[in-house]
């Protein structure tokens, strides 16, 4: 059993107490800053506040009350940030839609959290969302509302006239209600894709997510006046807790990214003075691989944090040189345990934060055990387990899977393999269960397979994750076909965009006579993994 070894660190918990009283603290000590630069827009701190406030008074009036679902569908945006603070001041629980999603998906978590609003656009990268949804054919007997952040649609509400239905609200009734929200009320449902087929939705409470990203931020050094690019998606935990909200607590300026391009990232670093870049390992590895980087001014960068992988050493050292970024860190974690577990320090060596994801944060535990629960030596490969304020409170609606997934002593089992090393420093190493990650996206294949097992052509499918070098891993499907089928592997990755996120989509499908089972049954994926190998 690893304690973490630095102390309580600031417990963003007690400091703000809930996501309400971040927004009002945050007012109160940084109302003339800037806290959003989106495009036109600029607000600042207590511009954001009385947005939020306007907000907030519309979902009362629109009978929102204490513990009721908000989703929201969207791209980074700055109304995507307001419609999410005023859920929580309205006593809402929050409910991010990845904008990957097709219909179903969507749909399939709207239904499943019993959502009754719904803040969306129309017109993201083509996209009509509520079009989308209208031809879902999942019933989404709770929702009531659908509110447009930006753009038109039949049926929908759009923003302005969605701010305008709180006039009938007081202030005193908004502020009466954020303050009635408590730190161990539940702050969001994140729905992460499931080994069983569906995805599953991760709780967790205003005061772990303040815990966790307070002191996330106190570890990487982000600070008051930082210029924080996020790129990564609001609808993630990172986008969201270690992005906008984090930027939040510490007084910093977001910048939200709708749609990730090498070049317009690049040109907005210099052009925005952007000081903080998080991504995945990929994305500085695209940048890296411009062969115009120098002609970008990059010399405001200071802070990058990654994770997800293991990093080569030569990356550590040419993201300091080459896009002279001062501070680089790495971390583990997942949103069963609030998004952080384990975080490399100011001051390590690029060895180490290349090749670990670092040691326990405060008040985490994590160790590294066997298939019995008992804790492996030092450097002994084995399941790494969670415990701590931050693991999740439960999959919500799903005890059985809860109970699978938390055990008695309330240890998570994150079905991750790795090895710790003497500093406890930890190196993950493969995955327990068949996920993979797909640039940062958690892909799994039971789900991916409940979806190619509705093609006419296909009557058993088996998906595994293959090394990719950009995206670090991508889904070859193993696929049998139907008797007398004539099944064509093209067809069906194109059969599959149309119906899954593109991340999940197969790369590769491979027909095959037979899919290797052991005696009772099971798919023998080892076998496969082997096959691509050779």
């Not at 499907?477 to 008797?483: C, G, S, T």
Request: hydrophobic content about 45%; overall charge neutral; charged content about 20%.
């Amino acid at each position: 059993m690893i304690p973490h070894p630095d102390g309580e660190g600031k417990r963003g918990d007690r400091e703000f107490g809930t996501i309400p009283g971040l927004v009002r603290i945050a007012r109160e000590r940084h109302a003339g800053r800037t806290a959003i630069e989106d495009g036109e827009t600029t607000l600042t701190y207590a511009a954001l506040s009385a947005e939020v406030e306007r907000a907030s008074r519309a979902l009362i009036a629109l009978g929102v009350a204490k513990g009721d679902r908000v989703a929201v569908w969207a791209p980074n945006l700055w109304e995507w940030i307001v419609a999410a603070l005023a859920a929580h001041a309205a006593g809402g629980v929050l409910v991010p839609i990845n904008t990957r999603f097709k219909a179903n998906e969507a749909g399939y978590v709207l239904a499943k959290s019993g959502a009754r609003i719904l803040f969306t656009v129309n017109g993201f990268l083509g996209n009509d969302y509520v079009a989308m949804l209208r031809a879902s054919e999942v019933t989404l007997a709770s929702l009531e509302h659908i509110v447009l952040l930006r753009g038109a649609a039949a049926g929908a509400t759009a923003w302005s006239d969605f701010t305008r239905l709180g006039d009938g609200v007081s202030s005193a009734e908004a502020m009466a209600r954020a303050a009635a929200v408590e730190p161990s009320d539940l702050s969001d449902i994140i729905f992460t894709s499931g080994t069983t087929g569906h995805p599953k939705g991760v709780m967790c409470t205003h005061a772990q997510s303040l815990r966790a990203f307070r002191d996330w931020s106190d570890t990487v050094g982000l600070r008051q006046g930082d210029r924080y690019l996020v790129v990564l998606p609001f609808f993630h935990t990172f986008g969201y807790k270690a992005g906008w909200l984090a930027s939040l607590m510490m007084g910093a300026t977001i910048l939200p990214q709708a749609v990730f391009d090498v070049g317009e990232v690049l040109a907005r670093v210099g052009k925005d003075r952007v000081t903080v870049l998080p991504g995945s390992p990929a994305l500085y590895q695209s940048f890296l691989a411009r062969p115009d980087l120098a002609s970008f001014d990059l010399s405001s960068l200071r802070l990058a944090v990654t994770g997800a992988a293991v990093i080569p050493v030569e990356l550590i050292h040419r993201m300091r040189r080459d896009l002279h970024i001062e501070t680089v860190i790495t971390g583990y974690g997942l949103t069963e345990g609030t998004g952080v577990s384990t975080m490399c320090r100011v001051g390590d060596d690029p060895e180490t934060i290349a090749t670990t994801s670092g040691r326990a944060v405060p008040g985490v535990e994590v160790r590294i055990v066997d298939d019995a629960g008992r804790e492996v030596a030092r450097g002994e490969p084995g399941e790494v387990v969670v415990s701590g304020y931050s693991v999740m409170r439960g999959y919500f609606g799903e005890p059985a899977e809860t109970a699978a997934t938390i055990d008695e002593s309330g240890w998570l089992h994150t079905g991750d393999i790795g090895v710790m090393d003497a500093r406890g420093y930890l190196r993950i190493t493969d995955r327990k269960k068949d996920m993979f990650i797909v640039g940062g996206f958690n892909a799994y294949p039971a789900e991916i397979e409940s979806v190619l097992l509705q093609h006419p052509a296909v009557v058993q499918a088996a998906v595994v994750g293959a090394p990719d070098e950009r995206l670090g891993e991508v889904g070859i499907a193993f696929v049998v076909q139907r008797p007398s089928a004539a099944l064509v592997p093209e067809e069906v990755i194109a059969w599959s965009r149309e119906r899954m996120a593109n991340y999940k989509v197969p790369r590769r499908v491979v027909v095959v006579d037979a899919l290797p089972m052991n005696a009772t049954g099971k798919v023998l994926k080892f076998r496969l993994r082997d096959q691509l190998r050779k």
